[in-house]
């Protein structure tokens, strides 16, 4: 993966009586325009920068932005955002053709270097979102409002589909740029909860049929099988739905974070053992540096919490096979609401824009589905 570098301006020696002459104001001025203009080339490429400082009470300078609806938002602080899927095994690959699979587990990590805390957004696999139909090269200009777990299914090779669904993650956020990408079949689920050393849950549901230990009100330390059983049953525990799952998916998420950050600060080269058992079948576009820099986030920085969207659960046939299909529409004032909670959104107004334009259009906004 080719790497961006930060330039860094070098200013030109000047003498020192037109430093005079120019006098410190004036320094300052042309300092804070350079800046800025640095900051806003670093947004526009998804490039991060520790050095970065939070200006959050100067009125229009923007770390970055993204448009929900009708409406843009500027954001302060710089963020580092990170996709983790995981995939569902329902693609093909053999000498003779080849079929990504879709993305059955989607989550987002969000670190603010700014603040030096973190957040993590779990998406609806369901959710009805915009996706590009590219094809085997990566190629094409087709969108069409699919399940976001489809995108993953496009493209002619795993880096492909992988990209595609950033792709569709980020459009969903309204344009917030996502840097990598971390990918894990759910089939090694098992491995992964292998290399944690199983993870702690107290059952709500009903698993005695797949596994006898496994009754609700059970508190269980998973094993590989009992993870992946948990993880991954659906249709056949209580009502079958990917919103029930996704509980799941959060309680042993909650149960994950907690022992990795215990392990690695009782034993900090435990990341780099970690990523050596996972890195048979995980698969990433981040080096084990930028990786190991991630884990040295999550267990040094607070986190802020785990989101989730609200919204709506329908059968539907947006997919034109003639059978019905969970869909899952989230309420724009939800996306809103959250990701101003994980980013700090703060509403640009058109210096045109009567203040009651901007109400209306921001209400206008609430009322339709997120895109």
Known sequence: MKKK??????APSLPVILLIIAGTAAILAIAFVVAKRLDSNMNKAGISTDSFVPVSGEKGYERGSVKLKSVTYDYYHSFENYLIMGTDGSGIETEDAFANDMADYLLLLSIDRSADTYS????????IA???????????DATARLQICVSHAYGGTKEIGNKNTMRAVSRLLG????????????????KLNHAIGGVTVTLTEDFSRQDKAMKKGATLKLTDKQAEIYLRSRMNVG????EERMARQHTYLEGFLTQSVEKIKLRPKYFEELL??????ADTDLTNQELSRIAKALTENERKGIFRFEGTHKEG?????GLPHMEFYPKASSVRKILTEMYGLVPRVK????PEESETAAASGESKTAA
Not at 239 to 242: E, Q, S, V
């Open 120 to 127: 993590l957004l779990e998406i609806d696999r369901d959710t």
């Open 351 to 354: 210096p045109t824009a009567k």
């Open 5 to 10: 570098k930060n330039r860094q301006a070098q």
């Open 317 to 321: 046939d947006v997919l034109n096979d």
């Open 239 to 242: 009502k079958g739905t990917n």
């Open 130 to 140: 915009t996706i590009n139909l590219v094809d085997s090269q990566g190629k094409g």
């Open 276 to 281: 050596e058992e996972t890195g048979e079948f």
């Open 175 to 190: 344009g917030m740029p996502i840097m990598g990408y971390y990918t894990v079949d759910m089939d090694d689920i098992s």
